[in-house]
């Protein structure tokens, strides 16, 4: 009932960790990047900003004429709209979700992603990039591990889908040049959620869409080149 549009980055991690632990029937349909499928027509329909992930749900609540959805976080927030699951119902707790959903998507995810571009692609390392982001990153991590001191998880009442936007940001810890030690609240909630059936069936998933480097010598232009002329009807 649901298209997932996907390729197993971070952000793509975000909704198959939400889809696999609430049992939602989905399909996937590869996006991939390195080869340039987030510029097809089909697929800017649904996803304007060029970017996967993307969902069609064909079952929306209320029914009538499927639902596209774009951003990770728009998604995240829209399936537990629909299904009732992982954001809680009070305004409180609510809220309390998704600030911490908009501190991924304007935080966490924004700095590691610019870790990983100069730290790990970038043909010309500079210093001064690198230094920022690696540090800025680290902070982040540092506000995680504060969050999650005498919690379990994010939202005082249990996983949310705010640890589901987070989670995959904090996998590459080693190439974002980061250690979980220094962190030893978040680094519980890692491992808690690593463990959890849903994590590794969503990351098994993964493997089995793209097996290869997402970025090499010849997607380093389609994934690092763009201007407005990508994106033209």
């Not at 959805?69 to 998604?75: L, P």
């Not at 990351?203 to 201007?227: A, C, D, H, I, W």
């Given at each position: 009932?649901?298209?997932?549009h996907y390729w197993p980055t971070p952000?793509?991690?975000?909704?198959?960790?939400?889809?696999?632990?609430?049992?939602?029937?989905?399909?996937?349909?590869?996006?991939?990047?390195?080869?340039?499928?987030?510029?097809?027509?089909?697929?800017?329909?649904?996803?304007?900003n060029n970017r996967m992930p993307a969902?069609?749900?064909?079952?929306?609540?209320?029914?009538?004429?499927?639902?596209?959805?774009?951003?990770?976080?728009?998604?995240?927030?829209?399936?537990?709209?629909?299904?009732?699951?992982?954001?809680?119902?009070?305004?409180?707790?609510?809220?309390?979700?998704?600030?911490?959903?908009?501190?991924?998507?304007?935080?966490?995810?924004?700095?590691?992603?610019?870790?990983?571009?100069?730290?790990?692609?970038?043909?010309?390392?500079?210093?001064?990039?690198?230094?920022?982001?690696?540090?800025?990153?680290?902070?982040?991590?540092?506000?995680?591990?504060?969050?999650?001191?005498?919690?379990?998880?994010?939202?005082?009442?249990?996983?949310?889908?705010?640890?589901?936007?987070?989670?995959?940001?904090?996998?590459?810890?080693?190439?974002?040049?980061?250690?979980?030690?220094?962190?030893p609240h978040l680094k519980r909630w890692?491992?808690?959620?690593?463990?959890?059936?849903?994590?590794?069936?969503?990351?098994?998933?993964?493997?089995?869409?793209?097996?290869?480097?997402?970025?090499?010598?010849?997607?380093?232009?389609?994934?690092?080149?763009?201007?407005?002329?990508?994106?033209?009807?």
């Open positions: 009932m649901i298209d997932l952000n793509g991690h975000k909704i198959t960790l939400f889809l696999e632990e609430t049992g939602l029937p989905y399909t996937i349909h590869p996006v991939n990047i390195s080869a340039g499928d987030q510029f097809k027509p089909d697929f800017l329909k649904i996803a304007p969902i069609v749900d064909h079952d929306p609540p209320g029914g009538g004429a499927p639902v596209s959805v774009f951003e990770s976080g728009a998604i995240l927030l829209y399936l537990a709209e629909k299904t009732g699951q992982f954001l809680p119902k009070d305004l409180r707790g609510r809220y309390q979700v998704l600030q911490w959903l908009f501190w991924q998507m304007g935080g966490l995810g924004p700095m590691a992603g610019q870790n990983h571009h100069f730290v790990q692609y970038a043909p010309e390392k500079i210093p001064y990039a690198m230094e920022r982001y690696v540090k800025e990153t680290n902070r982040l991590y540092g506000v995680l591990n504060r969050r999650l001191e005498g919690r379990d998880f994010i939202d005082d009442e249990g996983y949310s889908i705010a640890d589901m936007a987070a989670y995959p940001w904090i996998v590459p810890h080693e190439r974002q040049q980061q250690n979980l030690d220094d962190f890692f491992e808690a959620i690593k463990a959890r059936p849903a994590t590794e069936r969503a990351y098994e998933k993964g493997k089995q869409v793209n097996t290869t480097p997402t970025v090499n010598e010849n997607s380093r232009s389609v994934l690092f080149g763009q201007t407005s002329a990508n994106v033209k009807a």
